[in-house]
């Protein structure tokens, strides 16, 4: 089988595509030959030696990078039951440290997959979990949106920020999104009631008095959005880099901020596949990339501004 392996920290040119042999699963592990990973910030940030997931594997290199997998269980391990050969499953596989999707075939523990919904293609559902749980858990694990609140998605079009659009708006919110001019009419089929571009207008501006914002971007922006709370108005950030200097701000303004760390939930990401079954969720996917072109994807995924999402198709 083939993988990409990071042979050191650096730019995209660390990532190289070798040959191995397939990996035997342990016990309570299942081998899936894959269909779809996806390609998420955290993936660069890592390559690039930024953030936490750098500091678990500086002294594991090579390491294949790789937190979202869908396909096909080829062999399972001592002790599962609960997938066979032949089953399509999707997961957030591998967090933190492990990882390894971009590979024509990876091993996952049983208990980290979901069954992939009949109708939903298994190369494009790589695309889905990391992000989908970070949108789900931002807006209801950490700030408890409720039905009718003003919630506010700072980079609505991104990876996460269009499922939080999704989620925010089947929930019954009220949605606000930021966003380039040219991706108002994506953000407005997906739901969204309002689109501040970010481009042409401040967002302090714009809105005030929210009940809650789920900060995709960070430092500057992140701190400025404070503003846009009301008294007793939340917001949950997600770039780690920055997160404590947001939540200080916020303290310092009587205001409440968190920064958090997405957690892999079966039972979570089962709820987002079945919105997706049933058509309510939909995964956009701004384009696919074979094995062999990783360096490329996580370049693209860098310079940012991505409607959706970003995958690979081995």
């Known amino acids: 089988m083939r993988k990409v392996i990071l042979k050191a920290f650096g730019d995209a040119d660390e990532l190289t595509v070798t040959t191995v042999a397939d990996p035997e699963p342990g016990p309570g592990e299942v081998r899936l030959v894959v269909h779809s990973a996806g ?31 869908a396909g096909i269980v080829e062999a399972v391990g001592p002790g599962v039951s609960s997938w066979a050969p032949g089953d399509g499953v999707v997961g957030m596989i591998g967090f933190p440290a492990e990882a390894g999707a971009y590979a024509e075939k990876v091993l996952a523990r049983a208990d980290a997959l979901c069954r992939a919904p009949e109708g939903l293609s298994l190369k494009e559902l790589g ?12 807006l209801f694990n950490h700030l408890g949106l409720h039905p009718d609140q003003k919630v506010l998605i700072q980079a609505g079009a991104g990876g996460v920020g269009h499922f939080a659009v999704q989620f925010a708006k089947l929930h019954g919110a009220h949605v606000i999104a930021t966003a380039s001019g040219e991706n108002e009419d994506f953000l407005k089929e997906l739901g969204a009631d309002e689109v501040i571009d970010y481009q042409r207008e401040d ?52 205001r409440q901020a968190t920064g958090y760390v997405v957690n892999p939930d079966v039972d979570q990401l089962d709820e987002i596949l079945a919105l997706m079954a049933r058509g309510e969720v939909h995964c956009h996917i701004a384009a696919a990339y074979p ?6 994807a996580q370049r693209r995924q860098a310079e940012g501004h991505v409607r959706g999402k970003l995958i690979l198709q081995p």
């Open 39 to 69: 390609i998420n910030p955290i993936d660069w940030k890592t390559r690039e030696g930024l953030g936490f997931v750098a500091q678990l594997i500086k002294d594991r290199l090579p390491w294949t990078p790789g937190f979202d997998a």
């Open 127 to 138: 695309g889905v979990p990391l992000a989908a749980l970070t949108a789900w858990q931002g």
């Open 203 to 254: 967002v302090h501006d714009a809105c005030y008095g929210l009940d809650a914002i789920l900060d995709l971007v960070g430092g500057d922006a992140g701190v400025a959005a404070l503003n846009c709370l009301g008294e007793h108005g939340r917001m949950a950030t997600v770039p780690t880099v920055t997160a404590s200097r947001i939540e200080q701000a916020a303290k310092a303004m009587g």
């Open 291 to 296: 094995l062999k072109d990783a360096p490329a």
